[in-house]
């Protein structure tokens, strides 16, 4: 992310130290905290509580966990083992599942001594491959709102939801690559940010990247977008997705399909951005996608800074009353206009998937 | 709303000291908190400030503020000057508008030193007949209820939006009408509570009111009820309005609209309540209906519980990016399915409307 003339990245390994660095996104936007990780134990850590999330970024943490284990142990069994404690921490990424098949096809093939350099290699182009599919949907997208910024006047309004952004990867983001990319060409655009209840990582995330990069943008409540839309204040909506089936349905962060609703009711174009390991051609709907169910405790109680400037825990539902917490929903891909990838925009559907990426079907196996 | 064995008003006059009072809503769900109100400066501030909240309690209030005005100060100026105060604190209410309506024509015509008495038994009319309007309502949408859970097996499944309960009126709810009414019928039911950001009225007061009477529920993020419809995890919808326009257009709390779509896409009836009060012939449509913004601190700020028991403000957006806090959207007539009103369940159209309600047009004059 971009923070005052500063780029950061959400992981880094220092080329000179070989230290491994994420940023604790628990304690954002009030704190801004860099975080070592030293151990496969808390590369696993930070996957499950949170401190690094959105699939890409998953993808590359599990990566870096796996090397961190082999740098402590390079064993058959310690490499099953990290595979195995890094595969149960978030069922719905499936990024975590391909990086975890290249990891385990080109180190299983090693002598345990030469895994460490090689698990570490590794993990490092995983995390710069990313860095590139971002900028590639970057280049893809921003044609889509240069388009609208030609036929329109006064900015070019953008709702976005949940955190698809540059601390949802390595660097720059998925949805939001077309917004710095815009920013660059000195578009004049605006971002409507969803605060995405229950974790808010719009509020949180999206709002504290957009603002660091100097991006005109707006928090809003979830229930906001239909009004808007309905008002014509949005031209597009561009979000991320934690999986894409191979029918085109795309599973994102819950209340996603809501907001692709009420563009298709408006005839606000709806984007998909979608760096191609986080499709998985071997589910045939988006009904097959697995929905992570957590805690009730992200619904019923809400962090946030207090005037003292103390991070503080409060209860916001009745105590007594049940909550649930699903954490993602899948939103047909009819009710989608495009998927912006790293080889360009396409349609949601089987035929275009395979067109774009039927070469790279086998590696989700 | 019902509690423990008793039952509380939302607003209540003691025929014995004739002391009107308040539920202080902005303490619950962790306080519950009785406030007296003795000056028509004290119900502008409880409509204001949202102390009281939801269309017909906002009327109840504002009609026992213009008597509490005609206590202290009978005049024709008093009169006036109340209605114009009181007329000013929230502009999306009908009924406010309603019950002006009423006291102006009641009292304008009696001499000042008939004011008193009149303006207190007219307000406690208005209040009654809330009561009444609710009971009607209740009995009417009960059916539904009961007609799905006789072809259903498992207990039936309700999504509401915000808080039309108990305390959005004088007592029982209008969306919650129905609900309370098949609870007291036996009926297997149980509630999907929109927790209904940024003021939490689901969260806070819905949920309070439910669990307070016993009432089956789940407090849910609103980004969750579309991925529960696609589950088939939701029988039907019943939400409250706070004005409902000519051509059947609802106007309620903002996100109202994002389900009534959902409801749309999966088959689900989305059905509104609407005390006849609450009914605007005089505005063709929904898009005449004024959008009340209101201050960003609601979306930037929550209010909970600590673990110590107090009650703590914590800031959730980062410092400097901006918000937007629109209060109502505007859900169109083709979305829903029925209004449930004190004359029966009727379709959301002009034609119903006017045949069911054309005797009152003259009414919000």
């Given amino acids: 992310m971009r923070r005052n003339t500063e780029t950061i990245r959400s992981i880094a390994r220092d080329p000179a130290t070989g230290i491994v660095t994420i940023i604790d996104q628990t304690q954002l936007p009030h704190r801004f905290v860099l975080v070592p990780l030293t151990s496969m134990a808390q590369a696993a850590h930070a996957i499950r509580a949170m401190l690094v999330r959105g699939a890409p970024l998953i993808g590359a943490t599990a990566a870096y966990g796996v090397a961190l284990a082999m740098r402590a142990d390079p064993s058959d069994g310690a490499l099953a083992g990290s595979l195995d404690v890094l595969g149960r921490t978030r069922p719905t990424a499936v990024n975590l599942m391909w990086a975890f098949a290249r990891m385990r096809d080109a180190l299983a093939r090693l002598s345990p001594s030469a895994r460490p350099d090689a698990a570490m290699a590794l993990a490092d182009a995983i995390a710069e491959e990313d860095v590139a599919l971002c900028r590639a949907m970057g280049a893809h997208g921003v044609a889509l709102i240069d388009s609208i910024a030609r036929r329109k006047a006064g900015r070019v309004n953008i709702l976005t939801h949940c955190n698809a952004g540059a601390l949802a990867t390595v660097d720059i983001g998925t949805a939001t690559a077309p917004i710095y990319a815009a920013l660059d060409k000195g578009l004049d655009i605006h971002v409507w940010v969803d605060e995405t ?133 899948v939103t047909p891909a009819r009710l989608v206009t495009g998927l912006i990838t790293e080889r360009g925009v396409i349609a949601a559907n089987r035929t275009a998937l395979v067109a774009a990426f039927g070469d790279r079907e086998s590696r989700a196996a």
């Fill in 197 to 329: 209840r229950p974790r808010n990582q719009g509020a949180s995330l999206t709002a504290f990247e957009l603002l660091s990069a100097g991006v005109p943008h707006t928090v809003i409540p979830d229930n906001t977008g239909g009004h808007l839309m309905r008002q014509g204040l949005v031209d597009l909506v561009i979000v991320g997705t934690d999986r894409v089936a191979a029918n085109g349905d795309v599973a994102n962060k819950i209340g996603t399909y809501l907001k692709a609703l009420a563009a298709r009711d408006n005839g606000v174009p709806f984007y998909v951005a979608l760096p191609s390991p986080t499709l998985d051609l071997t589910l045939a709907s988006g009904d097959l996608i697995p929905i992570e169910e957590r805690g009730g405790e992200e619904v019923s109680h809400m962090s946030g800074l207090t005037a003292q400037g103390t991070i503080e825990t409060v209860r916001v539902v009745p105590d007594g009353s049940p909550v649930a917490n699903f954490g993602f929903d």
